[in-house]
């Protein structure tokens, strides 16, 4: 338990500076705060795309329509289609369909839609809990980045706190 809360501090950075504390070491401090700063926006913005995946979620369930669509274009993070609502209106969603992953260009399938707004349009039985793996992964992966940057941040620190003793010791022999 010792162990790991000294590693904890050790990677974590102090808010505030000592008194005695170096040019190199305030650097270093901020920018290990710079580093956690970061990787606390990331995973924000993890959970932002999660809860805004489930808003439109709901926005297309409390006025949905269903259609029949063509995949005109198809991508890993983006589709096209077009379909045509039962009042015979043609739309091909600027942002193209929500949850595009395994579409085809030219396949046929169905979506559900916002009768209200028919430009949010998601593919038919798919909803918010395809992004929760993606935007964890996203969050983990800052954090692992963030890990990394932080302990090698540490091993600079240990390394200047090192050299630093050792002027000093130098300095301290020269005025004897």
């Known amino acids: 338990m010792h162990r790991v809360r000294a590693s904890a501090q050790a990677l974590?950075?102090?808010?505030?500076?000592e008194a005695c504390e170096t040019r190199s070491q305030r650097v270093i401090r901020r920018v290990r705060i710079g580093v956690v700063i970061v990787?606390?926006?990331?995973t924000l913005q993890s959970v932002l795309l999660v809860l805004g995946a489930w808003r439109n979620d709901r926005q297309i369930e409390r006025h949905m329509g269903v259609a029949a669509a063509e995949v005109l274009s198809a991508g890993p993070r983006r589709s096209t289609i077009e379909f045509v609502t039962p009042d015979r209106?043609?739309?091909r969603p600027e942002l193209g369909v929500l949850y595009p992953?395994?579409?085809d260009t030219g396949m046929r399938i169905y979506v559900e839609y916002d009768k209200n707004d028919p430009d949010l349009v998601r593919v038919r039985d798919r909803n918010a809990s395809l992004a929760i793996i993606p935007a964890g992964s996203?969050?983990?992966?800052?954090?692992?980045?963030?890990?990394v940057a932080?302990?090698?941040?540490?091993?600079?620190?240990k390394r200047l706190d090192r050299r630093q003793i050792a002027d000093n010791s130098l300095a301290s022999q020269s005025l004897s």
């Open 101 to 103: 992953s395994e579409l």
């Open 39 to 42: 990787a606390c926006l990331v």
């Open 138 to 147: 996203i969050a983990v992966v800052g954090w692992l980045v963030a890990g």
């Open 12 to 17: 974590l950075p102090r808010l505030s500076g």
């Open 89 to 91: 209106v043609t739309y």
């Open 150 to 157: 932080l302990a090698g941040l540490a091993l600079l620190q």
